[in-house]
């Protein structure tokens, strides 16, 4: 019987509706999409990170 916890309430999914088993799946993969997107989020702020400390070694240093 597998078991989901939503709200801090705990449900078991084979007492779902074919629509709540419908809609529990789409949350979860909605979830991973966010999980692998906030991955790429990191991945793409180092780069930028990365790419805007190699600019700033290649200007000119101020003089002031």
């Known amino acids: 019987m597998p ?5 801090g309430k705990e449900y078991d999914t084979d007492d779902f ?3 709540a088993k419908a ?3 789409s949350l979860q ?3 991973r999409k966010v ?3 906030n991955a790429d989020i990191a991945i ?3 780069a930028r990170n990365t790419y805007a400390k190699a ?7 101020s003089t002031q």
């Open 3 to 7: 078991k989901v916890t939503l709200d």
């Open 17 to 19: 509706s074919d629509e």
């Open 23 to 25: 809609q529990l799946l």
């Open 29 to 31: 993969i909605v979830d």
């Open 35 to 37: 999980a692998e997107l």
């Open 44 to 46: 793409m702020q180092t």
């Open 55 to 61: 600019l700033g070694e290649l200007l000119p240093k």
